[in-house]
């Protein structure tokens, strides 16, 4: 089992940046892809970012490459979301997940087991 927890949502002006963290517990860290994940009112849930065990492979949905990046610290049990030049579009509530496989960063929702509570993101224009 995996515990999932994230923080450093709020709200912020577009074109502003905001960085959310994941802590991880219950398995061991290096062996799980991370990811993030993004829910919209109304809306599915969507792929974000991706980043391997080792953070050889890294994986970024269209819509935020160049503007998010994602990293992680083994040592430390931890994944973070930077976010940069964000626009009300990007705001969601942000879900951290992992994976029991290390390698595959995959997009498919469906293929991540662990979830965390998530956590709001608020862009006003």
């Known amino acids: 089992q995996v515990q999932l927890v994230e923080s450093g949502g709020g709200l912020v002006q577009a074109g502003g940046s905001l960085t959310l963290s994941c802590a991880a517990s219950g398995r061991t860290f290096s062996g799980s892809a991370m990811g993030w994940f993004r829910q919209a009112p109304g809306k599915e849930r969507e792929f974000v970012a991706a980043?391997?065990?080792?953070?050889?492979?890294?994986n970024y949905a269209d819509s935020v490459k160049g503007r998010f990046t994602v990293s992680r610290d083994n040592a430390k049990n931890t994944v973070s979301l930077q976010m940069n030049s964000l626009t009300p579009e990007d705001t969601a509530v942000y879900y951290c997940?992992?994976?029991?496989?290390?390698?595959?960063?995959?997009?498919?929702?469906?293929?991540?087991?662990?979830w965390g509570q998530g956590t709001q993101v608020t862009v006003s224009s």
């Open positions: 997940a992992a994976r029991n496989s290390a390698i595959s960063t995959t997009q498919n929702v469906n293929m991540w087991r662990y």
């Open positions: 980043i391997s065990g080792n953070s050889v492979l890294m």
